[in-house]
């Protein structure tokens, strides 16, 4: 089983507050991933880090901010959340070494965030 | 950039049937992923392909990785309530990037 843990597990908020969605994870990878999914559709990469104090803007534009200043912590921040944040976020995590060179990216259970 | 794209978006089988999902890339890939996430979870990792031609098997699935690393597929026989989920792709670059396809959604109708 994965080490990898996110924070809430559920969310209901409303219009305009700040949110910070919190992603832990106990196995020393290097790369850490945001992505958005909503139910039974795609995986929406919004964030990544490939280390500390390295964070790059995925595929699909969000008004999220993330920080990389641990390696075990990748938190997610919505400024003002917005109804069409509504969403799962899900928080993965990969070794960037390994002697069996599998890349296999390890999710977190993932926060369901409903702003209303 | 890179595309991943994975059909069918969604096939319904009869619980017993054979099941079979595609993934083809617009880049050669190094290597890919296949990933399960059931109703309500998240993906969970099932195996990686390197090779050219690979074929792995796990139990009633079947991994295939093409000749060019540019697409692969996963095969499932015999179908049963507990394949139900929706299986992802991930193809990696030699520049280290990986892209998810969209996904296929099976649902299994006992």
């Known amino acids: 089983e994965a080490d990898i843990y996110q924070t809430p597990r559920y969310l209901v908020i409303g219009t305009g507050k700040k949110i910070t969605l919190e992603c832990s994870q106990t196995?020393?990878?290097?790369?850490m991933y945001w992505y958005q999914q909503d139910p039974g559709m795609e995986l929406h990469l919004i964030h990544y880090?490939?280390?500390?104090?390295?964070?790059e803007k995925g595929d699909l534009s969000s008004e999220s901010t993330v920080s990389r200043i641990r390696t075990e912590h990748f938190p997610l921040t919505l400024e003002s959340a917005r109804p069409s944040h509504t969403s799962q976020y899900l928080c993965?995590?990969?070794?960037?070494?390994?002697?069996?060179?599998?890349?296999?990216?390890?999710f977190g259970p993932g926060t369901r965030l409903t702003v209303t | 950039g890179q595309q991943v794209m994975q059909i069918p978006q969604y096939q319904h089988v009869q619980e017993g049937e054979d099941f079979t999902t595609y993934c083809n890339s617009s880049t050669t890939l190094s290597n890919i992923q296949w990933y399960k996430q059931r109703p309500g979870g998240h993906p969970v990792f099932l195996i990686q392909l390197v090779k050219s031609g690979e074929v792995k098997k796990q139990k009633r699935l079947t991994f295939q990785f093409g000749e060019a690393k540019k697409n692969s597929s996963l095969h499932i026989t015999a179908t049963q309530t507990t394949d139900v989920g929706t299986y992802f792709c991930?193809?990696?670059?030699?520049?280290?990037?990986?892209?998810f396809g969209d996904g296929t959604t099976l649902t299994v109708k006992p």
């Open positions: 991930a193809g990696r670059t030699n520049a280290g990037k990986s892209t």
């Open positions: 880090s490939y280390g500390v104090n390295s964070t």
């Open positions: 196995m020393g990878h290097d790369k």
């Open positions: 993965a995590s990969q070794s960037s070494t390994g002697q069996s060179a599998t890349y296999e990216q390890y």
